[in-house]
């Protein structure tokens, strides 16, 4: 199984500044058809999570653009520009490339 | 507005059988390939299973292979997963998911295995 590994496991921002969060993937995610299987997720405090960014760095419909995601073959980043206190919950990254589709442990993120 | 609810949890001893249901609207549900995703009380996701659009290609994680059964019905709009052979370990949210992104989630039903 390719295991993902996000650090840090928490966060803790002040509103306005930004925030990091890392993944990285035993094996590339990087498909033969040319698309990086790399997606990030936010799951709020009791709610199921949500899709933010796809394919590493295509933002999903409604998701705002202070989130970005990059990154390529083994390490991906999700950053936020200026963290707001709607942003808080755990963070997940998750790759589908090979089944089984694994996530990462998760980031908590919260606001001091 | 796209919605999946699920129904079907519950209590049950180790051993015994649920099936969960997760009913689709919003969009057409025939065009997607549907997941179910699990996580227990207080810990991160994880993939269980996942079904093609018509329902003839499936996979499973190792943990419920030979003991879970997804599938579903189209003309319903339903997706289900048939747990047999429950154990302590199963016990969590089980949620259903749209789509190769998992662009939409539901609510989540919590299954509780214990005797």
């Known amino acids: 199984d390719i295991v993902m590994t996000q650090t840090p496991l928490s966060l803790s921002v002040t509103p306005g500044q930004p925030a990091s969060i890392s993944c990285k993937s035993s094996?590339?995610?990087?498909?033969?058809?040319?698309?990086?299987?790399l997606y990030w997720y936010l799951q709020k405090p009791g709610q199921p999570p949500q899709l933010l960014i796809y394919?590493?760095?295509n933002r999903f419909s409604g998701v705002p653009d202070r989130f970005s995601g990059s990154g390529s073959g083994t390490d991906f980043t999700l950053k936020i520009s200026r963290v707001e206190a709607e942003d808080v919950g755990v963070y997940y990254c998750?790759?589908?490339?090979?089944?089984?589709?694994?996530f990462g442990q998760g980031t908590k993120v919260e606001i001091k | 507005e796209v919605q999946l609810v699920e129904s079907g949890g519950g209590l049950v001893q180790p051993g015994g059988s649920l099936r969960l249901s997760c009913a689709a609207s919003?969009?057409?549900?025939?065009?997607?390939?549907m997941h179910w995703v699990r996580q227990a009380p207080g810990k991160g996701l994880v993939w269980v299973s996942r079904?093609?659009?018509?329902?003839?290609?499936?996979s499973y994680a190792d943990s419920v292979k030979g003991r879970f059964t997804i599938s579903r019905d189209n003309a319903k709009n339903t997706l289900y997963l048939q747990m047999n052979s429950l154990r302590a370990e199963d016990t969590a949210v089980y949620y259903c998911?749209?789509?190769?992104?998992?662009?939409?989630w539901g609510q989540g039903t919590l299954v509780t295995v214990s005797s």
């Open positions: 094996q590339s995610l990087l498909h033969s058809d040319g698309k990086t299987y």
């Open positions: 998750m790759q589908s490339i090979q089944l089984p589709w694994t």
């Open positions: 998911a749209r789509g190769r992104w998992l662009q939409s």
């Open positions: 394919e590493v760095s």
């Open positions: 079904i093609n659009s018509d329902g003839s290609s499936t």
């Open positions: 919003g969009f057409t549900f025939s065009s997607y390939w």
